[in-house]
């Protein structure tokens, strides 16, 4: 058995009984790398040196038997920043950017004793569902080599499911992180907005990006939740809330648990092979104990319209700062400041970027500002409402994450419509602020269909203890690709 | 209410965005942009007279500090990432033409 099929607790207690190294371990990781990166293509930047230089550190220093995570490695999304190591949203605007502070969470992974491996790729400021608008390459999903990934955190998906890394850190602001887990048959969880910090995440939509983990088994995703949570001065927006040990009562099962699921998201639309397993789902939710019944998010239609005029308007003001000024990309031969901006911004990004940020300048834009924005908001909030009426009286929700298994590549990026509807299951849930996971739930054709389980604001640990109990009761996450 | 962008409408958006976009693309983007219009647009089709409206996802609080001043980022380490600077000051060609060029 390789090193990398161990669970981060496995590990932990492997460096502790001294049957291991942090070393050992590293060594691994960059040999699975090395084997597998030429067909996946997860990454953008890798720091082999650095991490192993870190990992025979720690093992001189000698691994705390009570700093569960100390020593392991994990991989980064390359939007958020890491000191020292260049971090580029898979944009060419920002293709020498090297950051010269970390991001909230790469500091509490450091503080935690994890070792970074490197930078996963992505679509261009997380904006696609597929990994296909990377300024830099192309990520493959490690189940089928001619598929996507997932998007935007593709490459932190693919990385997890290839084996190159036990974990990694990814973002989602409209499905980002539970749509590739879904593709990749991994654990993804999108925290409730202001869980984690956002400070040092290259924003996209501020209010809806959250960051949150990848993995292979539920605990290791909570366990990795426990360790970048909290409340930071430096993000406005990150909450006061007390961040409780997301592992406590995992075990507790869900016998009673009130489950709603709503038809919306069981509608003609569905994959029949995704369909098929998030119905048998429920039959192992049912058979566990748990009250699952239907309920309805009557608004949900209009999650993606909504979706898009919010994230793309929060989008184009974010986006206002890469001008070629301070950092990233400079065009040549601009003769005054406005046509540096211009060529600048035309040179550096992207198709997708520029389309989001005009739609969401014309979204704002006097004459359309009311009709487009304000509305938007105004259905944001029916949205929220569907969610907390069902609430009232269930403790989750169950849909499935995606309506189809992972597409061709080249399959919808020319298409940007049928791009964006592809994140109707997903994109309701970042505009409530709730928190979701998405858990692999059985097979369809032969590719990963993920299981979405939505919960409660701040109620993380109900979904971890939900998604557990049908960890335990099935084998769909001990599958491997073949690679 | 519906609209229908024309090349016209997006090359007046790319400029308030400081974005160029070539002869060669304009007609790709027009109908792209008028594409994704069209689907946003069936939220014309929800009645939202009296509902309040939501700009974000959290919970917010009024968060106090000591007014303590703390160090900020370092100047130096900042100007790391800036492409061209002299005498402290981030070079940029001219603001104001004054037909002296950026001297």
Redesign the interface.
Same mark, same amino acid.
């Given at each position: 058995m390789s090193l990398l099929e161990h669970t981060l607790e496995e590990l932990h207690t492997m460096l502790v009984n001294k049957e291991t190294t942090a070393e050992e371990i590293m060594t691994a990781v960059f040999a699975r790398i090395s084997e597998t990166e030429d067909k996946i293509g997860a990454f953008i930047t890798i720091t082999e040196e650095e991490a192993l230089l870190k990992a025979r550190e720690m093992d001189e220093a000698g691994i705390d038997p009570d700093d569960l995570l100390s020593g392991l490695p994990i991989g980064i999304k390359d939007n958020i920043i890491t000191e020292g190591t260049l971090t580029t949203a898979a944009s060419r605007i920002l293709e020498d950017?090297?950051p010269?502070?970390d991001a909230t969470v790469s500091k509490k992974i450091k503080e935690a004793g994890m070792i970074s491996v490197g930078k996963l790729n992505m679509d261009e400021f997380a904006m696609g569902g597929s990994t296909e608008t990377s300024y830099f390459k192309l990520t493959r999903n490690p189940w089928n080599l001619e598929k996507v990934p997932g998007g935007s955190s593709g490459g932190s998906a693919a990385a997890v499911a290839s084996g190159q890394v036990p974990v990694a850190l990814g973002t989602d602001t409209g499905g980002s992180i539970r749509q590739p887990a879904a593709f990749n048959g991994i654990v993804g969880m999108k925290p409730t907005? $202001?869980r984690v910090s956002r400070f040092g995440l290259i924003a996209f939509g501020s209010?809806?990006d959250q960051i949150g983990p990848f993995s292979r088994t539920v605990k290791d995703n909570a366990l990795v939740l426990n360790a970048i949570s909290g &409340?930071d %001065?430096a993000d406005? /927006?990150s909450? @006061?809330q007390e961040v409780p040990d997301f592992t406590a009562g995992i075990e507790k099962g869900v016998k009673g648990m009130k489950i709603g699921v709503p038809k919306e998201y069981m509608s003609e639309g569905l994959q029949p092979g995704v369909k098929e397993a998030v119905l048998k789902a429920v039959e192992t939710y049912r058979s566990l104990g748990a009250i699952v019944e239907e309920v309805s998010l009557p608004?949900s @239609?209009?999650g =993606?319209?909504?979706y898009? =005029?919010i994230a793309s308007s929060e989008a184009?003001s974010n986006l @206002?700062r890469f001008? $070629? =000024?301070?950092? $990233?990309y400079?065009a040549e031969g601009? +003769?005054?400041? #406005? +046509?540096?901006?211009?060529?600048t911004?035309?040179e550096g990004?992207g #198709?997708e970027v520029?389309?989001r =940020? /005009?739609?969401g300048?014309?979204?704002l834009?006097s004459g359309?500002y009311d009709?487009?924005f304000?509305? &938007?908001?105004?259905?944001?909030?029916?949205i929220?409402q569907d969610f907390e009426k069902v609430f009232d009286s269930y403790d989750l929700i169950l849909g499935p994450t995606a309506t189809t298994t992972a597409f061709d590549i080249g399959g919808k990026v020319k298409d %940007? !419509?049928a791009m964006?509807?592809a994140d109707i299951l997903t994109v309701p849930v970042?505009? &409530? $602020? !709730?928190p979701a996971i998405s858990i692999p739930c059985g097979f369809s054709e032969g590719m990963p269909v993920g299981l979405q389980l939505i919960g409660k604001?701040f109620d993380e640990q109900t979904i971890y203890r939900a998604a557990y109990a049908f960890e335990q009761a099935t084998d769909f996450h001990k599958e491997r690709p073949n690679l | 209410m519906t609209v229908n962008v024309n090349e016209q409408d997006i090359r007046h958006v790319a400029k308030l965005a400081k974005l160029e976009i070539s002869d060669d693309e304009i007609k790709k983007f027009t109908v792209q942009m008028d594409n994704i219009i069209d689907m946003v647009e069936q939220l014309d089709t929800l009645d939202t007279k009296d509902v309040p409206e939501m700009y974000h996802g959290a919970f917010i609080e009024n968060v106090m500090r000591e007014d303590k001043a703390v160090p900020g980022t370092d100047r130096e380490a900042l100007f790391e990432n800036v492409k061209e600077s002299k005498d402290g000051l981030i070079r940029v060609p001219a603001i104001i033409d004054n037909g002296e060029g950026d001297a």
């Open positions: 950017f090297v010269i502070y907005y $202001g209010s809806l &409340a %001065p406005s /927006m909450a @006061q608004h @239609q209009y =993606i319209a909504a898009y =005029i184009s @206002q001008d $070629g =000024i301070r950092y $990233g400079r601009a +003769e005054s400041l #406005d +046509e540096l901006y211009i060529k911004r035309s990004f #198709d520029k389309r =940020i /005009m739609l300048t014309f979204s834009s359309y009709a487009h304000k509305k &938007a908001a105004k259905v944001r909030t029916l929220r %940007p !419509v964006y509807l970042n505009l &409530a $602020g !709730v604001h | -």
